[in-house]
């Protein structure tokens, strides 16, 4: 079956840097888009950042400049490095398998556990 482990979180001052790992297993990874959203509480999941099966890459605005995904496909895993870290990029951070044929908005069925990110003083 399907499986991502999301690891890298923790709590970080603002200004701060984080470095999320997601280990996928149970398909072929290099065949598929990869997304990171996140999970504010009473708030739906935010899509911010997706890869492409070439390598490209794609950003929401909030986090765009501040925020580096990539993948690494000898190793099954997505990669989020976040820099300069703000109070408001707190949240539970998933990643996830985009469906073959879907966009980055469309629904995703697969879902690691998440890691929590907490920026604070």
């Known amino acids: 079956q399907v499986q991502l482990v999301e690891s890298g979180g923790g709590m970080v001052q603002p200004g701060g840097s984080l470095r999320l790992s997601c280990v996928a297993s149970?398909?072929?990874?290099?065949?598929?888009?990869m997304s990171w959203v996140r999970q504010i509480p009473g708030r739906a999941p935010e899509w911010i950042s997706g890869v492409n099966t070439a390598g490209k890459i794609y950003y929401s605005d909030g986090v765009k400049g501040r925020f580096t995904a990539s993948r690494d496909n000898a190793k099954n895993t997505l990669y989020l490095q976040m820099n300069s870290l703000k109070p408001e990029d707190t949240a539970l951070y998933h990643c996830?398998?985009?469906?073959?044929?879907?966009?980055?908005?469309?629904?995703?069925?697969?879902w690691g556990q998440g890691t929590q990110v907490t920026v604070s003083s």
């Open positions: 996830a398998r985009v469906e073959r044929g879907n966009g980055w908005y469309d629904p995703l069925r697969s």
């Open positions: 149970g398909f072929t990874f290099s065949n598929y888009d």
